[in-house]
C-alpha cells in the first residue's frame, strides 16, 4: 500500500466541526450528501477529507492526540496565519520552518492538527 485515498476525522458535535472547517479554515463543501458525514474539498478541489460522527463510543476519550493533517497552500503562509489569528482560531505556535516549508498549526474543536504548508 502506497497511497492514502481517503480521510475523516470522527468528531463529537458535526455541525460545531462543519462551521469551524467553513468559516474558520476556508474549506468547501464537496457537495456529497450524507447525514453522518461532511466531505470537503480545499484549494479549488485538490484535496478532500472528511468529519463523519463518531464510528465507536468517543465518551471519555481524547481525540486528535497523535493526528496531523496536511494541506498544502498557495500564497504566503504569513498571510494565512494573519487570517486564522484574526478568526481566532488556535495556532499551535508561530510559522515553523521545516525540510519540507514554513507551515503553520491550527487545533480543530476535537483537538485535530491542521497543518497547512507553504513548500519550498
Not at 46 to 52: D, H, L
Not at 65 to 80: M, Q, T, V
Request: net charge neutral.
Amino acid at each position: 500500500m502506497r497511497k492514502l485515498e481517503f480521510a475523516s476525522l470522527q468528531v463529537r458535535d458535526l455541525e460545531v466541526s462543519k462551521e469551524f472547517y467553513i468559516k474558520k479554515l476556508g474549506f468547501e463543501e464537496a457537495g456529497i450528501p450524507n447525514p453522518q458525514a461532511c466531505v470537503f474539498r480545499y484549494n479549488k478541489g485538490e484535496a478532500s477529507f472528511a468529519i463523519r460522527t463518531p464510528i465507536g463510543n468517543l465518551e471519555g476519550k481524547e481525540l486528535g492526540i497523535g493526528a496531523s493533517l496536511w494541506f498544502a497552500i498557495d500564497g504566503e503562509i504569513e498571510h494565512l496565519q494573519a487570517q486564522l489569528s484574526a478568526k481566532n482560531v488556535t495556532l499551535l505556535g508561530p510559522v515553523q520552518v521545516t525540510p519540507f516549508g514554513k507551515i503553520i498549526i491550527a487545533k480543530d474543536p476535537d483537538g485535530y492538527n491542521i497543518t497547512f504548508l507553504q513548500a519550498n
